[in-house]
């Protein structure tokens, strides 16, 4: 099974590092304007592959992406400190004008996984670009999982037991489905009253805070992220290869808010095979129609 990643920057290879290690495909495909970049890259991977998994990994051109099975989207301007994502949305926007007709071309059939911020406008975006294809961006899965660690801190349990969602924008406006999330089956408060540990208002805004502030605290101390993006890049991708059926907050058209956000979403082969808006409270649900709002001039202004 062969992927494809167009962008060999920090989240690019890092996600390509993490599908070799994970042993998540057997053929991983580096493709970069800067070609001496993707050519380092692919080597430096690929060094790892003998005391790994095995996987075959190269660096190339766009025609080197046929037969891919999925191509990541990871190509694009970086984010910079203090930046927002929206901010990036016109130079990034120009480069995928340019970048998925080429992806599209070459790797018909391929499910296309959209990396690069701000990822729910991109999403949007390719699809126009590429209607042919099955198109999903990395949306929430990683807010989702930095959520759940955080929970699982407090919870002082392992992160896996934690089963927590962010909906909407990957971005400021982003929703914590507080309603919906559980530690071992049980919601979060009655988790922690049942082990007797803490658990106020306090808590839960520190929680929230620290859920939404995560990526601009890493890129105030190392200038980007890459490790938690690149590892989420490659679950999602195993889970169209492997054909899981898994449910993820990945970001694709949603018809009842008219724009592409994070709902959970059962993720098989052929992209996503269907979408769950789950039960919210009132609150929760007038907090995704203004991320919604959010994203809607989003769109507007990249058409």
Not at 63 to 84: F, H
Not at 216 to 242: C, D, H, P
Request: charged content about 20%.
């Amino acid at each position: 099974m062969k992927v494809g990643i167009v962008g060999a920057g920090l989240v690019g290879a890092t996600a390509a590092y993490a599908l070799t290690l994970r042993d998540s495909c057997s053929e991983v495909v580096l493709v970069d304007q800067d070609t001496e970049r993707a050519r380092a890259e692919a080597l430096d991977i690929a060094h790892a592959s003998p005391i790994s998994h095995g996987a075959r990994v190269s660096s190339g051109d766009y025609p080197d992406l046929s037969g891919s099975r999925v191509v990541m989207i990871a190509a694009g301007a970086n984010q910079k400190p203090g930046e927002g994502r929206l901010e990036l949305l016109d130079r990034n926007a120009a480069i995928f004008r340019m970048v998925i007709p080429q992806v599209a071309q070459h790797a018909p059939g391929a499910v296309l996984l959209i990396a690069t911020n701000p990822v729910d406008a991109l999403t949007d975006l390719t699809v126009r670009l590429a209607p042919d294809h099955a198109v999903m961006g990395s949306g929430t899965v990683l807010d989702s999982a930095r959520l759940r660690y955080l929970i699982a801190q407090r919870a002082r349990v392992d992160a896996t037991n934690v089963h927590a969602y962010v909906l909407g924008e990957h971005g400021d406006s982003e929703v914590i489905a507080w309603s919906t999330a559980t530690v071992a089956g049980l919601p979060v408060a009655e988790f922690m009253r049942a082990r007797g540990l803490p658990w106020t208002p306090e808590i839960r805004a520190e929680i929230e805070a620290g859920t939404r502030d995560a990526a601009a605290s890493i890129i105030g101390g190392k200038r980007a992220t890459y490790y938690g993006i690149g590892a989420a890049l490659a679950r999602i991708t195993e889970r169209v290869l492997g054909d899981r059926r898994a449910v993820l907050t990945v970001s694709a058209p949603t018809p009842e808010y008219g724009v592409s956000l994070s709902v959970p979403r059962i993720v098989a082969s052929g992209g996503i095979e269907a979408s769950i808006l789950p039960q919210l409270t009132d609150d929760e649900k007038a907090a995704l129609e203004r991320s919604a709002a959010v994203l809607r001039e989003t769109l507007a202004r990249v058409e």
